[in-house]
């Protein structure tokens, strides 16, 4: 037995070194399968073909619309500027004086508003570089700044986020985007504090050092002072939309789920359950909405790459969602070894209580894949319907679930290989020495965050 669970822990290793060095998961992901799959004795070829493309093809099903919408959205609405727009009126509105605020405020609201992460560093960055140099604050805080606001409360935390960490889990627990409102905002109040406590404290020991913005850096943005901004208001009314249209097709008057007969939908499309996807249904329409409102706010402007961006966003979305499905297929491939039941033990043997074991999960396995919403996949797959029975059997809802998974998902999963992570740091001209410790903090902040949640959750339920 110790060789089957030595074979699970050396293809993650391997697969999170490769991941690592910069080597694409969708093609390593099912060669390090595979390795555990001999290792363990099992059968190569049926494992691959039935079990690794199987469960990677159900997960692009379930979640490809979402991937693109989402991709499409954050391209439009930097190609009419509305980000810029959203991201430069709150930077200058609150000043040099509260230059990490502004920063984590502007990334905070274009994230929450349904703009991908990618899009949000490279929309804020700009601004970020100039009100830092401004205020003379270090520029290695900027990634740190950046990541507490796009990574973190808006991305996971937050009820009603329309980012997939959230949408995820209403798939295998029944829910929807606004689960567990209150445990939600407690814990962004949380992450948020902690978040801008440290890096506050940063600002001012690099102040009391007599250390400044500095100088010599690479990929400085050009000065946008001289550049003309479109309406505040306008900007945000596509994210207004989206934010409004999720809520009200999930749970509002226009609810999605009496769109259609139940038992027409269990007779011609096998949806036993129409909450397993309302939610995707809710946002997918609130995204092509979105998508609407931020092309017609600025035609003339995006007509002129509209075709390129779109070809962009294509290319993101599908590049993200299968690198996604190829660790979902590697999750699903390992829980049929022999040896995932000895490390299944030892993640539910970490607590008796649903909340704080699987809070463990997810946070190893994201921690493990540098994925978020990999390793959330990758665990509720794995044990999400013997989480949902064990909370079921001590009266804990679904919604409490999905909240504590979601927010897991998003602690250790910037680790230094995480892809999210070495963008912001190539977009800022830094590099993981001089600027990840700031993200490894926030990183544990909300990893504390989580934890904290869910023990006084498991004593109070």
Wanted: hydrophobic share 55%; proline share 4%.
């Amino acid at each position: 037995m110790i060789i089957e669970v030595l074979s699970i822990v050396l293809s993650l290793g391997l697969l999170m070194f490769f991941a690592y060095r910069g080597y694409p998961v969708i093609v390593f992901a099912p060669i390090f399968t595979l390795l555990a799959v001999v290792l363990s004795g099992l059968a190569l070829l049926p494992s691959y073909t039935e079990t690794f493309m199987t469960n990677a093809a159900n997960y692009v099903k379930s979640f490809f619309p979402i991937f693109l919408l989402g991709a499409i959205f954050g391209k439009v609405m930097e190609l009419s500027g509305a980000a810029s727009s959203i991201a430069h009126s709150i930077v200058r509105a609150l000043g040099s004086n509260r230059a990490i605020l502004a920063v984590v405020l502007a990334c905070a609201i274009l994230t929450y508003g349904g703009v991908s992460l990618f899009v949000v560093a490279f929309a804020v960055y700009p601004f970020a570089s100039a009100i830092f140099r401004e205020a003379n604050i270090p520029k290695r805080l900027i990634p740190g700044t950046i990541a507490l606001g796009a990574f973190t409360f808006t991305m996971d935390a937050l009820p009603g986020t329309p980012q997939i960490q959230n949408i995820i889990p209403t798939t295998y627990f029944g829910t929807d985007a606004y689960a567990a409102p209150v445990v939600g905002i407690i814990g962004a109040i949380m992450v948020f504090a902690g978040g801008m406590l440290w890096l506050e404290r940063r600002r001012k020991q690099a102040a009391a050092a007599g250390e400044g913005y500095g100088e010599g850096h690479t990929n400085e943005p050009e000065l946008v002072q001289q550049q003309s901004y479109m309406n505040i208001w306008l900007a945000i009314l596509p994210l207004a939309i989206v934010l409004i249209g999720n809520y009200m097709f999930s749970r509002g008057i226009w609810t999605v789920e009496a769109w259609y007969d139940p038992a027409m939908l269990k007779d011609s499309f096998k949806i036993e359950k129409v909450k397993n996807v309302v939610s995707s249904w809710a946002l997918i329409i609130a995204l092509s909405l979105g998508i609407i409102a931020a092309i017609l706010i600025n035609v003339r402007q995006v007509q002129t790459k509209l075709a390129s961006g779109l070809t962009a966003a294509a290319m993101g979305a599908l590049l993200a969602i299968f690198n996604t499905a190829s660790e979902v297929g590697f999750g699903n491939v390992v829980k049929t070894l022999p040896g995932f039941k000895v490390i299944q033990g030892w993640i539910l043997g970490a607590s008796d209580h649903p909340l704080v074991s699987e809070a463990v999960a997810v946070n190893v396995l994201s921690g493990v894949t540098g994925s978020a919403s990999g390793g959330l996949s990758i665990a509720l797959e794995v044990m999400g319907k013997q989480y949902l029975e064990m909370a079921s059997a001590v009266g804990i809802s679904p919604e409490l679930l999905h909240r504590i998974a979601s927010m897991a998902s998003g602690g250790m999963d910037t680790l230094p290989h995480n892809g999210a992570v070495i963008t912001l740091l190539a977009i800022t001209g830094l590099t993981h020495r001089q600027s990840y410790k700031d993200i490894f903090a926030i990183t544990v902040v909300k990893t504390l965050a989580v934890f904290i949640l869910a023990f006084a959750v498991s004593i109070f339920v």
